[in-house]
């Protein structure tokens, strides 16, 4: 399958894909894009702004995956702003737009939109898997539960958890780039249940 994963961050939903799948990513901090590259050097790598590449070129792949910033719509910044005073901050829509779109444009392919649980009543359903919710337009499996204890854990017991090794990149805020990333094995459960929507769509002759 051709694939776009978007915001792609370090790849963590990207780890355990099977090599044969054409993969681009898209990243706007290049410091993130440059260690993306490094790690899966077989993906094309672009250096941008993953809402607006998607506005224009949805209908070039098979699958896309998205995950939108999600600092907005978080319940711990949310709660931490109430307790310490942060400026308040309206959810990004971009998360919203992205669905819309997606739901308009490819009613068959496979895409799947991935955040955090928000701090209000999502707008539009969704399916929690874990600690994360996915808008999608094919059926989601049960994910493979991960203990996640992203509180107090560190950078070493982060990078365990999701088998990646980020000791020689210099990225800001390497925690928190580890604490957001999908956990490799629900990617590619997720994966694998696009690619049986896929096969699904070709026996039906829509693909």
């Known amino acids: 399958m051709r694939i776009l994963n ?24 290049p410091t993130i894009a440059a260690a993306y590259a490094d790690l899966y050097p077989d993906d094309e790598v672009i250096t941008g ?20 910033p999600c600092q907005t719509h978080s319940r711990m910044r949310y709660h931490l702003g109430s307790a310490k005073g942060f400026e308040p901050k309206y959810p990004d829509m971009s998360l919203y737009e992205e669905i819309v779109l997606l739901r308009a444009k490819r009613q068959e392919r496979p895409w799947v939109i991935e955040n955090v649980l928000p701090w209000y009543e999502p707008l ?11 808008w999608s337009n094919f059926e989601l499996s049960d994910a493979p539960k991960q203990v996640e204890k992203l509180r107090k854990a560190q950078i070493p017991d982060l990078q365990e958890l ?19 990333m999908v956990p490799p094995c629900v990617g590619l459960s997720i994966l694998n249940d696009a690619e049986n929507h896929m096969s699904s769509l070709a026996t039906a002759g829509l693909s």
């Open 6 to 29: 978007l915001y792609a961050g370090v790849g963590g939903n990207r780890r355990l894909w099977p090599g044969h799948h054409q993969v681009t990513a898209v990243e706007y901090d």
């Open 49 to 68: 702004d993953a809402h607006e590449y998607l506005l224009h070129h949805h209908d070039e792949f098979d699958f896309i995956w998205s995950s939108p």
């Open 124 to 134: 539009i359903p969704a399916r929690q898997l874990n600690r994360h919710l996915y």
């Open 162 to 180: 999701h088998g990646i090794d980020l000791s020689k990149y210099r990225i800001p805020n390497k925690r928190q780039v580890l604490r957001n």
